[in-house]
């Protein structure tokens, strides 16, 4: 009885391994592709993957979406995420700060944040949200541009120099 549940085990761990994986270098790019048994079932969990996934656990899908319509920038990988939002009719501009899903609001201690936009030197004000806002006739002409995200520290982390974006987002 012992080899009969020694050999079930066997098959049943055997069967759910890749059938077959291939990697591919060049200089900087490293590939892998990997085949899995099991057909059309396993396509149908790839795809519900790509907006939640049953199998494996995961509620939502990993794309990130901007709450406010905005651009979104990534800090420190998945540490934090920043939404610029330009309004040309007013000639508003609001940063936010939230998660590293782009989910919960962050609201930061410090209460400027500078912004270098082209030659541009840009001081945004926190409101009582954490909201950093800004109004000016320049920001109405700024319609696509990258800049950079002065000193700031979001959860500990300390950041400066980190490239933004507009309208594309990173």
């Known amino acids: 009885m ?7 085990c066997v098959f049943i761990f055997t069967s759910c391994k890749d059938e077959k994986a291939n990697t591919t270098s060049t200089d900087d790019v490293t590939v892998e592709t990997v085949v899995m048994k099991g057909g059309s079932e396993n396509l149908e969990a790839a795809a519900d993957c790509a907006t939640g996934c049953p199998s494996c656990g995961v509620k939502e899908s990993f794309e990130l979406k901007a709450p406010h319509g905005g651009a979104l920038m990534k800090f420190g990988g998945d540490a934090a995420v920043l939404e610029l939002v330009i309004d040309h009719k007013s000639g508003e501009m609001s940063v936010y700060f939230y998660d590293g899903l ?25 409101d009582e949200k954490g909201v950093f806002r800004l109004k000016s006739e320049i920001i109405k002409g700024l319609k696509k541009f990258q800049g950079t995200v002065g000193k700031l520290e979001v959860d500990g982390l300390p950041f400066d120099g980190v490239p933004i974006y507009y309208p594309e987002g990173n």
């Open 102 to 126: 782009a989910k919960e609001q962050l609201k930061l201690e410090q209460t400027a944040l500078n912004l270098k936009i082209n030659t541009l030197n840009i001081t945004l004000k926190a």
């Open 2 to 8: 012992k080899y009969f549940v020694l050999i079930i």
